[in-house]
Protein backbone atom coordinates (compact mmCIF):
# COMPACT_ATOMS: atom_id res chain seq x y z
CA UNK A 1 0.00 0.00 0.00
CA UNK A 2 1.11 3.37 -0.73
CA UNK A 3 0.50 6.08 1.85
CA UNK A 4 0.83 9.71 2.00
CA UNK A 5 1.05 11.94 4.85
CA UNK A 6 -0.73 15.34 5.00
CA UNK A 7 1.69 18.00 7.28
CA UNK A 8 4.56 18.98 9.37
CA UNK A 9 4.91 18.17 12.70
CA UNK A 10 5.65 15.62 15.23
CA UNK A 11 1.92 13.79 14.97
CA UNK A 12 3.12 13.35 11.35
CA UNK A 13 6.42 12.06 11.70
CA UNK A 14 4.89 9.66 14.58
CA UNK A 15 2.05 8.49 12.07
CA UNK A 16 4.72 8.47 8.74
CA UNK A 17 6.81 6.14 11.16
CA UNK A 18 4.70 3.86 11.76
CA UNK A 19 3.36 3.51 8.70
CA UNK A 20 7.35 2.65 7.69
CA UNK A 21 7.58 0.03 10.06
CA UNK A 22 4.48 -1.55 8.90
CA UNK A 23 4.30 -4.46 7.20
CA UNK A 24 1.67 -3.64 4.54
CA UNK A 25 3.19 -0.49 3.51
CA UNK A 26 5.13 -0.52 1.00
CA UNK A 27 5.67 3.43 0.56
CA UNK A 28 5.38 6.27 2.84
CA UNK A 29 5.61 9.92 0.97
CA UNK A 30 4.56 12.83 3.12
CA UNK A 31 3.93 16.74 2.14
CA UNK A 32 5.36 19.04 3.12
CA UNK A 33 7.16 17.06 6.04
CA UNK A 34 9.54 17.68 7.73
CA UNK A 35 13.80 16.67 8.15
CA UNK A 36 12.52 14.56 10.83
CA UNK A 37 9.72 12.91 8.12
CA UNK A 38 12.22 12.68 5.46
CA UNK A 39 14.10 9.92 6.66
CA UNK A 40 11.05 7.74 6.60
CA UNK A 41 9.45 9.26 3.86
CA UNK A 42 9.63 10.47 0.68
CA UNK A 43 9.07 14.18 0.91
CA UNK A 44 6.93 16.46 -1.41
CA UNK A 45 6.49 20.40 -1.21
CA UNK A 46 2.63 20.64 -1.45
CA UNK A 47 0.86 23.19 0.71
CA UNK A 48 -1.59 21.25 3.50
CA UNK A 49 -4.08 24.01 2.85
CA UNK A 50 -4.66 23.57 -0.92
CA UNK A 51 -7.06 20.54 -1.20
CA UNK A 52 -6.84 20.32 -5.02
CA UNK A 53 -2.92 20.18 -4.87
CA UNK A 54 -3.21 17.64 -2.61
CA UNK A 55 -5.39 15.69 -4.33
CA UNK A 56 -3.20 15.94 -7.50
CA UNK A 57 0.13 14.87 -5.88
CA UNK A 58 -1.93 11.68 -4.05
CA UNK A 59 -2.80 11.23 -7.59
CA UNK A 60 0.48 11.68 -8.92
CA UNK A 61 2.16 9.04 -6.86
CA UNK A 62 -0.51 6.57 -6.73
CA UNK A 63 -1.52 7.10 -3.13
CA UNK A 64 -3.90 3.91 -2.29
CA UNK A 65 -4.32 5.86 1.42
CA UNK A 66 -4.14 9.71 2.26
CA UNK A 67 -3.57 10.32 6.14
CA UNK A 68 -4.35 14.56 6.79
CA UNK A 69 -2.49 15.14 10.12
CA UNK A 70 -3.72 18.84 11.22
CA UNK A 71 -6.16 20.48 11.94
CA UNK A 72 -6.99 23.37 9.82
CA UNK A 73 -6.70 21.29 6.21
CA UNK A 74 -9.20 19.10 7.91
CA UNK A 75 -11.41 22.64 8.36
CA UNK A 76 -10.85 24.01 5.11
CA UNK A 77 -12.20 20.08 3.61
CA UNK A 78 -8.59 18.82 2.37
CA UNK A 79 -10.13 15.08 2.86
CA UNK A 80 -13.25 15.96 1.08
CA UNK A 81 -11.00 16.88 -2.36
CA UNK A 82 -8.90 13.83 -2.01
CA UNK A 83 -11.72 11.53 -1.68
CA UNK A 84 -13.41 13.81 -4.65
CA UNK A 85 -10.43 12.21 -6.92
CA UNK A 86 -11.71 8.73 -6.08
CA UNK A 87 -8.67 7.75 -3.13
CA UNK A 88 -9.33 6.89 0.25
CA UNK A 89 -8.67 9.80 2.79
CA UNK A 90 -8.38 9.32 6.45
CA UNK A 91 -9.77 12.44 7.81
CA UNK A 92 -13.27 13.82 8.49
CA UNK A 93 -15.52 16.29 5.92
CA UNK A 94 -15.45 20.13 6.76
CA UNK A 95 -18.80 19.69 8.39
CA UNK A 96 -17.79 16.64 11.14
CA UNK A 97 -14.43 18.66 11.69
CA UNK A 98 -16.83 21.51 13.01
CA UNK A 99 -16.30 19.21 16.17
CA UNK A 100 -13.13 20.75 16.70
CA UNK A 101 -13.47 23.69 14.90
CA UNK A 102 -16.01 25.23 16.62
CA UNK A 103 -16.38 24.59 20.35
CA UNK A 104 -20.05 26.11 20.38
CA UNK A 105 -20.85 23.40 17.82
CA UNK A 106 -19.35 20.80 19.83
CA UNK A 107 -21.67 21.60 22.86
CA UNK A 108 -24.36 21.32 20.59
CA UNK A 109 -23.75 18.09 19.99
CA UNK A 110 -22.85 16.99 22.93
CA UNK A 111 -26.23 18.55 24.20
CA UNK A 112 -27.83 16.59 21.61
CA UNK A 113 -26.07 13.49 22.64
CA UNK A 114 -26.17 13.53 25.86
CA UNK A 115 -22.95 13.62 26.43
CA UNK A 116 -21.28 14.77 29.47
CA UNK A 117 -19.68 17.75 29.67
CA UNK A 118 -18.67 21.15 31.29
CA UNK A 119 -21.62 23.70 31.64
CA UNK A 120 -21.16 26.37 29.18
CA UNK A 121 -22.51 30.13 27.91
CA UNK A 122 -21.51 30.76 24.73
CA UNK A 123 -21.24 34.67 24.81
CA UNK A 124 -21.14 37.35 21.80
CA UNK A 125 -20.71 40.62 23.95
CA UNK A 126 -18.68 41.90 26.61
CA UNK A 127 -21.80 42.14 29.64
CA UNK A 128 -22.71 38.46 28.36
CA UNK A 129 -19.57 37.63 29.18
CA UNK A 130 -19.39 39.13 32.56
CA UNK A 131 -22.76 37.68 33.14
CA UNK A 132 -21.12 34.09 32.78
CA UNK A 133 -17.78 34.99 34.46
CA UNK A 134 -20.27 35.47 37.82
CA UNK A 135 -22.46 32.90 37.38
CA UNK A 136 -19.97 30.20 37.45
CA UNK A 137 -17.47 31.61 39.95
CA UNK A 138 -13.47 31.13 39.72
CA UNK A 139 -11.29 29.61 38.49
CA UNK A 140 -13.10 30.86 34.94
CA UNK A 141 -12.24 29.23 32.25
CA UNK A 142 -12.72 31.08 28.80
CA UNK A 143 -12.27 30.26 25.34
CA UNK A 144 -11.79 31.29 22.39
CA UNK A 145 -14.45 29.72 19.90
CA UNK A 146 -12.36 29.51 16.79
CA UNK A 147 -9.35 27.05 15.76
CA UNK A 148 -6.10 28.25 18.26
CA UNK A 149 -4.16 25.39 18.23
CA UNK A 150 -4.55 24.71 22.12
CA UNK A 151 -3.48 28.44 22.89
CA UNK A 152 -7.14 30.32 23.27
CA UNK A 153 -7.71 28.76 26.42
CA UNK A 154 -7.23 30.32 29.50
CA UNK A 155 -8.01 29.06 33.06
CA UNK A 156 -7.44 31.60 35.96
CA UNK A 157 -8.77 32.76 39.43
CA UNK A 158 -8.35 36.34 38.31
CA UNK A 159 -11.66 37.90 37.13
CA UNK A 160 -10.20 40.80 35.25
CA UNK A 161 -7.75 38.61 32.98
CA UNK A 162 -11.08 36.22 32.40
CA UNK A 163 -12.71 39.56 31.26
CA UNK A 164 -9.57 40.45 29.35
CA UNK A 165 -9.05 37.32 26.99
CA UNK A 166 -12.65 37.22 26.31
CA UNK A 167 -12.08 40.70 24.73
CA UNK A 168 -9.69 39.51 22.50
CA UNK A 169 -11.81 36.59 21.24
CA UNK A 170 -14.86 37.12 19.11
CA UNK A 171 -17.37 34.36 19.88
CA UNK A 172 -16.22 33.10 23.36
CA UNK A 173 -17.12 29.82 24.86
CA UNK A 174 -17.22 30.33 29.21
CA UNK A 175 -17.67 27.45 31.08
CA UNK A 176 -17.77 25.77 34.29
CA UNK A 177 -14.41 24.49 35.64
CA UNK A 178 -13.73 21.20 35.96
CA UNK A 179 -11.45 19.36 38.45
CA UNK A 180 -9.45 16.06 38.33
CA UNK A 181 -7.14 14.40 36.31
CA UNK A 182 -7.22 14.50 32.24
CA UNK A 183 -7.12 11.66 29.89
CA UNK A 184 -6.91 12.08 25.90
CA UNK A 185 -9.04 8.99 24.79
CA UNK A 186 -8.87 8.47 20.68
CA UNK A 187 -11.27 6.57 19.04
CA UNK A 188 -10.77 5.39 15.26
CA UNK A 189 -13.86 5.82 13.68
CA UNK A 190 -15.64 4.93 9.64
CA UNK A 191 -18.50 6.63 11.05
CA UNK A 192 -20.50 3.93 12.01
CA UNK A 193 -17.98 1.23 14.23
CA UNK A 194 -15.62 3.13 16.46
CA UNK A 195 -12.13 1.46 17.78
CA UNK A 196 -11.03 3.00 20.74
CA UNK A 197 -7.27 3.24 21.35
CA UNK A 198 -4.96 3.12 24.46
CA UNK A 199 -5.98 6.15 26.84
CA UNK A 200 -2.77 8.69 27.35
CA UNK A 201 -1.87 11.54 29.08
CA UNK A 202 -0.59 14.62 27.82
CA UNK A 203 0.70 18.00 30.02
CA UNK A 204 -1.04 20.85 28.99
CA UNK A 205 1.03 23.66 30.87
CA UNK A 206 4.32 24.86 29.92
CA UNK A 207 6.42 23.85 33.28
CA UNK A 208 6.48 21.57 35.80
CA UNK A 209 3.92 20.67 38.47
CA UNK A 210 1.28 22.40 35.64
CA UNK A 211 2.64 25.87 35.67
CA UNK A 212 3.06 28.54 33.24
CA UNK A 213 0.41 29.17 30.26
CA UNK A 214 -1.00 26.03 28.14
CA UNK A 215 0.55 24.82 25.45
CA UNK A 216 0.21 22.24 22.29
CA UNK A 217 1.19 19.56 24.96
CA UNK A 218 4.65 19.58 26.57
CA UNK A 219 4.65 15.79 26.81
CA UNK A 220 2.56 12.11 27.31
CA UNK A 221 2.68 8.67 28.64
CA UNK A 222 0.67 5.61 27.87
CA UNK A 223 -1.08 3.12 29.81
CA UNK A 224 -1.92 4.87 32.59
CA UNK A 225 -2.35 2.45 35.34
CA UNK A 226 -4.35 4.76 37.30
CA UNK A 227 -7.29 5.48 35.63
CA UNK A 228 -10.45 3.32 36.37
CA UNK A 229 -10.39 -0.60 34.60
CA UNK A 230 -14.25 0.28 33.13
CA UNK A 231 -12.46 3.96 31.98
CA UNK A 232 -12.40 2.65 27.76
CA UNK A 233 -15.62 1.05 27.92
CA UNK A 234 -17.68 3.72 29.68
CA UNK A 235 -15.82 6.68 27.50
CA UNK A 236 -17.40 4.44 24.45
CA UNK A 237 -20.59 3.82 25.63
CA UNK A 238 -21.19 7.77 27.22
CA UNK A 239 -18.85 9.69 24.75
CA UNK A 240 -18.16 8.05 21.61
CA UNK A 241 -20.53 6.11 20.38
CA UNK A 242 -23.12 8.67 21.27
CA UNK A 243 -21.31 11.16 19.51
CA UNK A 244 -20.50 9.84 15.92
CA UNK A 245 -24.62 8.66 16.04
CA UNK A 246 -25.11 12.15 16.74
CA UNK A 247 -23.01 13.26 13.82
CA UNK A 248 -24.21 10.51 10.98
CA UNK A 249 -27.90 11.22 12.24
CA UNK A 250 -26.87 14.96 11.42
CA UNK A 251 -26.14 13.57 7.44
CA UNK A 252 -22.53 14.56 8.70
CA UNK A 253 -20.62 11.65 9.63
CA UNK A 254 -17.48 11.90 11.57
CA UNK A 255 -14.82 9.82 9.86
CA UNK A 256 -11.31 9.33 11.39
CA UNK A 257 -9.81 10.27 14.53
CA UNK A 258 -12.21 11.43 17.48
CA UNK A 259 -10.29 12.97 20.37
CA UNK A 260 -11.96 13.38 23.64
CA UNK A 261 -10.37 15.54 25.84
CA UNK A 262 -11.65 14.32 28.80
CA UNK A 263 -11.40 15.20 32.84
CA UNK A 264 -12.05 12.63 35.26
CA UNK A 265 -13.54 14.74 37.77
CA UNK A 266 -15.15 13.78 41.41
CA UNK A 267 -18.58 14.03 39.62
CA UNK A 268 -17.40 11.41 36.72
CA UNK A 269 -16.06 11.72 33.46
CA UNK A 270 -16.75 15.18 31.14
CA UNK A 271 -15.47 16.08 27.86
CA UNK A 272 -13.21 19.09 28.09
CA UNK A 273 -12.72 19.07 24.50
CA UNK A 274 -13.16 16.84 20.77
CA UNK A 275 -10.28 17.24 18.29
CA UNK A 276 -10.82 15.96 14.86
CA UNK A 277 -7.20 14.35 14.64
CA UNK A 278 -4.63 12.61 16.03
CA UNK A 279 -3.34 14.76 19.35
CA UNK A 280 0.30 15.49 19.48
CA UNK A 281 2.49 14.52 21.75
CA UNK A 282 -0.04 11.63 22.40
CA UNK A 283 0.14 9.73 19.63
CA UNK A 284 3.95 9.50 19.64
CA UNK A 285 3.38 7.51 23.11
CA UNK A 286 0.36 5.91 21.31
CA UNK A 287 1.45 4.56 18.57
CA UNK A 288 5.11 3.35 19.34
CA UNK A 289 2.72 0.60 21.49
CA UNK A 290 0.24 -0.48 18.58
CA UNK A 291 0.93 -3.90 16.97
CA UNK A 292 -1.94 -3.84 14.88
CA UNK A 293 -0.68 -2.93 11.54
CA UNK A 294 -1.66 0.79 11.72
CA UNK A 295 -2.86 1.32 7.81
CA UNK A 296 -5.42 -1.44 8.68
CA UNK A 297 -7.23 1.16 10.76
CA UNK A 298 -6.62 3.81 8.82
CA UNK A 299 -7.44 2.35 5.35
CA UNK A 300 -10.63 0.51 7.34
CA UNK A 301 -12.15 3.85 8.73
CA UNK A 302 -11.61 5.62 5.15
CA UNK A 303 -13.36 2.66 2.91
CA UNK A 304 -16.09 2.10 5.81
CA UNK A 305 -14.63 -1.39 6.80
CA UNK A 306 -13.17 -0.93 10.34
CA UNK A 307 -15.54 -3.24 11.67
CA UNK A 308 -13.54 -5.69 9.66
CA UNK A 309 -10.27 -4.88 11.07
CA UNK A 310 -11.10 -5.70 14.65
CA UNK A 311 -9.99 -4.19 18.01
CA UNK A 312 -6.52 -2.33 18.24
CA UNK A 313 -3.59 -4.67 19.59
CA UNK A 314 -1.44 -3.37 22.11
CA UNK A 315 1.83 -3.95 23.51
CA UNK A 316 2.14 -4.33 27.26
CA UNK A 317 5.00 -2.18 27.32
CA UNK A 318 4.79 1.38 28.74
CA UNK A 319 5.99 4.66 26.80
CA UNK A 320 6.68 8.40 27.45
CA UNK A 321 7.14 11.13 24.97
CA UNK A 322 9.01 14.59 26.20
CA UNK A 323 8.65 17.69 24.12
CA UNK A 324 11.41 19.60 24.21
CA UNK A 325 10.58 23.49 22.99
CA UNK A 326 12.25 26.40 21.92
CA UNK A 327 13.59 29.23 24.02
CA UNK A 328 10.48 31.56 24.66
CA UNK A 329 8.07 29.24 23.66
CA UNK A 330 4.57 29.55 23.76
CA UNK A 331 4.91 33.27 24.41
CA UNK A 332 7.48 33.86 21.59
CA UNK A 333 9.30 30.89 20.29
CA UNK A 334 13.45 31.76 18.95
CA UNK A 335 14.20 29.91 15.85
CA UNK A 336 17.14 29.04 13.53
CA UNK A 337 19.35 27.46 16.81
CA UNK A 338 21.37 24.41 15.84
CA UNK A 339 20.04 21.09 17.22
CA UNK A 340 23.40 19.18 18.81
CA UNK A 341 23.28 15.25 20.04
CA UNK A 342 21.12 13.19 17.66
CA UNK A 343 23.04 11.16 16.54
CA UNK A 344 24.09 9.86 20.56
CA UNK A 345 20.30 9.89 20.74
CA UNK A 346 20.31 7.02 17.95
CA UNK A 347 22.44 4.95 19.53
CA UNK A 348 19.93 4.23 22.88
CA UNK A 349 17.57 1.54 22.89
CA UNK A 350 13.73 2.10 22.50
CA UNK A 351 14.36 5.33 21.83
CA UNK A 352 12.94 7.99 18.55
CA UNK A 353 13.41 11.36 18.20
CA UNK A 354 10.05 12.58 16.71
CA UNK A 355 10.88 16.26 14.89
CA UNK A 356 8.01 18.57 15.09
CA UNK A 357 9.87 22.20 14.18
CA UNK A 358 13.04 21.47 12.62
CA UNK A 359 14.58 22.45 9.72
CA UNK A 360 17.92 22.43 7.47
CA UNK A 361 19.44 25.28 6.96
CA UNK A 362 23.49 25.36 5.39
CA UNK A 363 23.24 21.61 6.17
CA UNK A 364 22.95 21.88 9.62
CA UNK A 365 19.62 20.89 11.60
CA UNK A 366 18.21 24.21 13.41
CA UNK A 367 14.85 25.03 15.50
CA UNK A 368 11.69 26.01 13.37
CA UNK A 369 9.05 26.01 15.58
CA UNK A 370 7.87 26.47 19.21
CA UNK A 371 7.70 22.78 19.98
CA UNK A 372 11.38 21.68 18.15
CA UNK A 373 11.34 17.81 18.48
CA UNK A 374 9.95 15.10 21.10
CA UNK A 375 11.61 11.84 22.46
CA UNK A 376 9.61 8.92 22.82
CA UNK A 377 10.94 6.14 24.85
CA UNK A 378 9.21 2.78 25.48
CA UNK A 379 10.04 0.71 28.58
CA UNK A 380 9.29 -2.77 30.34
CA UNK A 381 7.48 -0.03 32.93
CA UNK A 382 6.63 3.62 33.53
CA UNK A 383 10.19 3.97 35.06
CA UNK A 384 12.13 2.51 32.53
CA UNK A 385 10.36 4.31 29.60
CA UNK A 386 10.91 7.28 31.49
CA UNK A 387 14.39 6.98 32.48
CA UNK A 388 14.97 5.61 28.52
CA UNK A 389 13.24 9.46 27.68
CA UNK A 390 15.14 11.75 29.96
CA UNK A 391 18.13 9.89 28.97
CA UNK A 392 17.71 10.79 25.62
CA UNK A 393 16.29 14.69 25.99
CA UNK A 394 19.94 15.08 28.08
CA UNK A 395 21.93 14.02 25.52
CA UNK A 396 20.29 16.79 23.22
CA UNK A 397 21.60 20.48 22.85
CA UNK A 398 19.87 23.48 22.20
CA UNK A 399 20.55 26.72 23.42
CA UNK A 400 17.80 27.80 25.70
CA UNK A 401 15.82 25.02 24.91
CA UNK A 402 13.38 24.19 27.65
CA UNK A 403 11.16 20.54 28.36
CA UNK A 404 9.27 19.11 31.14
CA UNK A 405 10.85 16.74 33.87
CA UNK A 406 8.15 15.30 35.39
CA UNK A 407 6.20 13.87 32.85
CA UNK A 408 4.65 10.52 33.98
CA UNK A 409 6.11 11.41 37.56
CA UNK A 410 2.81 10.91 39.18
CA UNK A 411 2.17 7.87 37.61
CA UNK A 412 5.43 6.35 37.81
CA UNK A 413 5.30 7.36 41.75
CA UNK A 414 1.89 5.95 42.03
CA UNK A 415 0.57 9.19 43.21
CA UNK A 416 -2.35 9.43 40.52
CA UNK A 417 -5.49 9.75 42.06
CA UNK A 418 -8.91 9.20 39.56
P1 LIG B 1 -9.10 22.89 25.32
O1 LIG B 1 -8.44 23.63 24.19
O2 LIG B 1 -10.58 23.07 25.38
O3 LIG B 1 -8.65 21.47 25.39
O4 LIG B 1 -8.48 23.49 26.65
C1 LIG B 1 -7.11 23.44 26.91
C2 LIG B 1 -6.86 23.09 28.35
O5 LIG B 1 -7.49 24.01 29.23
C3 LIG B 1 -7.43 21.73 28.75
O6 LIG B 1 -6.59 20.67 28.44
C4 LIG B 1 -7.58 21.91 30.25
O7 LIG B 1 -6.33 21.73 30.90
C5 LIG B 1 -7.99 23.33 30.38
N1 LIG B 1 -9.45 23.40 30.41
C6 LIG B 1 -10.28 23.56 29.37
N2 LIG B 1 -11.57 23.56 29.75
C7 LIG B 1 -11.58 23.39 31.09
C8 LIG B 1 -12.60 23.31 32.09
N3 LIG B 1 -13.90 23.44 31.78
N4 LIG B 1 -12.21 23.13 33.36
C9 LIG B 1 -10.91 23.04 33.69
N5 LIG B 1 -9.90 23.11 32.81
C10 LIG B 1 -10.21 23.29 31.52
N1 LIG C 1 -2.12 17.26 22.83
C1 LIG C 1 -3.17 18.17 22.60
C2 LIG C 1 -3.63 18.29 21.24
O1 LIG C 1 -3.15 17.63 20.34
O2 LIG C 1 -4.52 19.08 21.01
Not at 186 to 201: H, R, S
Not at 320 to 337: F, H, L, N, Q, S
Amino acid sequence: MKTLVIGTGGREHALALALSRDPQVTEVHAAPGNPGIAEVATLHEVDPMDGPAVAALATAIGADLVVIGPEAPLVAGVADDVRAAGIACFGPSPEAAQLEGSKAFAKQVMAAAEVPTAMAHVCETAEQVIDALDAFGPPYVVKDDALAAGKGVVVTDDRQAAIDHAAQCGTVVIEEFLDGPEVSLFAITDGETVLPLQPAQDFKRAYDDDEGPNTGGMGAYTPLSWAPADLVAEVSRRVLVPTVKEMARRGTPFQGLLYAGLALTSRGVRVIEFNARFGDPETQSILALLRTPLSALLLGAATGELAEVGLPQWSKASSVTVVVAADGYPEAPRKGDPIGGLDQVAELDGVDVIHAGTAVQDGQLVSAGGRILSVTAIGDDLAEARRRAYAGVDLIDIRGSHHRTDIALAAEQGTMES
